[in-house]
T-cell receptor, first 115, second 109 residues
Framework: AAGVIQSPRHLIKEKRETATLKCYPI?????VYWYQQGPGQDPQFLIS???????DKGSIPDRFSAQQFSDYHSELNMSSLELGDSALYFC??????????????FGPGTRLTVL | QKEVEQDPGPLSVPEGAIVSLNCTYS??????FMWYRQYSRKGPELLMY????GNKEDGRFTAQVDKSSKYISLFIRDSQPSDSATYLC?????????FGAGTRLAVHP
């Protein structure tokens, strides 16, 4: 079965640089979620999109922005990178945002290292 | 206080043992409760989810939710070395998941 695709899988950036992470949801999934997982920590919700509109917002820094495109893929843009941004970034997708369709399936993650 | 509390372990059991993993939560708005399994450097994999209170069984796995005590449990029967991973519980209110810290489980032969 098709899964969530994330690219790149690994990314190394310098402080103050910009990074763009991409997420391709499971076919027919219209909702995308972004989570950040620091070393030894649980995933923290950043932001979500349903039908290309922002549906919920968590602890996402102002330096980060995201959007969902017409083909439902999503991009997380991160600017002025800081050392503390080094983490695993997961994208998850689901079909709809409520009821029994809310099963969120996670991608393999993008490991971002900021030097 | 975190909205979902989970003992990080580690928990070490012999192969074939029954494993009990537990979480407590404080947000009464949670309606769905999930259990994810995460292997090292991999994305969380959805094991099961339950709606409101009650039990749900899937093979060797049983999930329980007691909303009166705000307690979530996952039982693994006949545990296998391949079950060695971090198990994350999560609650869902609107649409975002709030995770516990994850419990590291090691099943040794």
């Amino acid at each position: 079965a098709a899964g969530v695709i994330q690219s790149p899988r690994h990314l190394i950036k310098e402080k103050r640089e910009t990074a763009t992470l991409k997420c391709y949801p499971i076919p027919r999934h219209d909702t995308v979620y972004w989570y950040q997982q620091g070393p030894g920590q649980d995933p923290q919700f950043l932001i979500s999109f349903y039908e290309k509109m922002q549906s919920d917002k968590g602890s996402i820094p102002d330096r980060f922005s995201a959007q969902q495109f017409s083909d439902y893929h999503s991009e997380l843009n991160m600017s002025s990178l800081e050392l503390g941004d080094s983490a695993l970034y997961f994208c998850a997708s689901s079909r709809g945002t409520s009821g029994s369709y809310n099963e969120q399936f996670f991608g393999p993650g993008t490991r971002l290292t900021v030097l | 206080q975190k909205e979902v509390e989970q003992d990080p372990g580690p928990l070490s059991v012999p192969e074939g043992a029954i494993v009990s993993l537990n979480c407590t939560y404080s947000n009464s708005a949670f309606q769905y409760f999930m259990w994810y399994r995460q292997y090292s450097r991999k994305g969380p994999e959805l094991l099961m989810y339950t709606y409101s209170s009650g039990n749900k069984e899937d093979g060797r796995f049983t999930a329980q939710v007691d909303k009166s005590s705000k307690y979530i449990s996952l039982f693994i029967r006949d545990s296998q070395p391949s079950d060695s991973a971090t198990y994350l519980c999560a609650g869902r209110g609107y649409n975002k998941l709030i995770f516990g810290a994850g419990t590291r489980l090691a099943v040794h032969p």
